[in-house]
């Protein structure tokens, strides 16, 4: 099973980043996706989510209105675009697959993300 996440970087202030997901060695349509975010003294915390299906879509607050998630089960990829990046959304971000039957999940080991002028 291997999650790869690629694209994160530096950005200023106000601009934007898309981070990309890449997926293999499991049967990608049956999990649902999440990107996850950890900066530096803090939890790791969600993001975004999307169902296996892309039927259900949520968002955390702090990122509501900037943030897209988005996934192609033909490409078994999961993308996150975000917008009007702010210094706070500086972390590392981190890819997840999950089911609840039977209860497995994956990690990608990360892509950084720093938002700084």
């Known amino acids: 099973v291997q999650l790869v996440e690629s694209g994160g970087g530096l950005v200023q202030p106000g601009g934007s980043l898309g981070l990309s997901c890449a997926a293999s060695?499991?049967?990608?349509?049956?999990?649902?996706m999440s990107w996850y975010r950890q900066a530096p003294g803090k939890e790791r915390e969600l993001v975004a989510l999307i169902t296996s299906g892309g039927g259900t879509i949520n968002y955390a607050d702090f990122v509501k209105g900037r943030f897209t998630i988005s996934r192609d089960n033909a490409k078994n990829t999961v993308n996150l675009q975000m917008n009007s990046l702010k210094p706070e959304d500086t972390a590392v971000y981190y890819c997840?697959?999950?089911?609840?039957?039977?209860?497995?999940?994956?990690w990608g080991q990360g892509t950084q993300v720093t938002v700084s002028s």
């Open positions: 060695g499991f049967t990608f349509s049956s999990y649902r």
């Open positions: 997840n697959a999950a089911r609840l039957q039977p209860g497995d999940a994956y």
